[in-house]
């Protein structure tokens, strides 16, 4: 699944609606310090189902939410995320040209998790990105000094990482389902 479109509101340093094109090939995001690049990946992760606030660089959900001075403060932060289905998605959604998964945030605390514009649970989300690395954990996303991390792993920790990279964990995930029901 190939991330075409990264869409923003509302969210951290954005409080205009933001859209950021993927084309295929290498994109590159640049800007001076402090100008939100930071936060476009906390953007991503944040989607993807991220549930640490340490991990999106907050100490509250409410950060997450635009709190400058533009004179503007939205009533929900949103992130879409909109992929191009190359058939790895689960069999539900398998005919779908576009994928588009959401998660919304209101001032009031409550959250929702979208998928195709129909509310779904954190689990559809992840369930979703099994086995393709694009998981707020997965191999898809590296941080900074985070390659010397590998050796300092747990050996779960390790297993999962290359479970997702010889794209396995959905039959884990599955056998697991089925032991318990
Ligand atoms: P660097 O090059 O230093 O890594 P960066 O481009 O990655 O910078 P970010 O960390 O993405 O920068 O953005 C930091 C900016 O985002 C700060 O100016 C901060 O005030 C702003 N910011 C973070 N959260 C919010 C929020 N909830 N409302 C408004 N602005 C916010
Ligand atoms: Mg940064």
């Not at 297993?159 to 029901?181: H, I, K, P, Q």
Request: charged residues 30%; glycine residues 8%; contains cysteine.
């Amino acid at each position: 699944m190939r991330i075409k479109r990264l869409e923003i509101y509302g969210f951290k340093s954005f409080p205009y609606r933001v859209v950021l094109p993927f084309p295929p090939g290498i994109s590159a995001i640049v800007g001076p310090n402090g100008s939100g690049k930071s936060n476009i990946v906390d953007a991503l992760r944040w989607v993807l189902g991220e549930q640490s606030l340490k991990r999106l660089r907050v100490r509250a959900a409410e950060e997450l939410l635009f709190a400058g001075d533009h004179g503007r403060a939205p009533a929900f932060a949103e992130v879409r995320l909109v992929l191009e289905n190359d058939g790895q998605a689960p069999e539900s959604l398998r005919d779908l040209p576009e994928i588009v998964v959401a998660r919304r945030l209101y001032r009031s605390g409550e959250s929702e998790f979208l998928i195709n514009n129909r509310a779904c649970r954190l689990k559809d989300i992840h369930y979703l990105f099994l086995d393709t690395g694009v998981h707020p954990r997965g191999y898809g996303l590296i941080d900074q000094g985070e390659v010397g991390k590998f050796l300092e792993w747990s050996p779960e920790e390790r297993r999962f990482f290359l479970e997702e990279l010889a794209g396995v964990s959905r039959y884990r995930v599955n056998r697991e389902e089925s032991r318990r029901n």
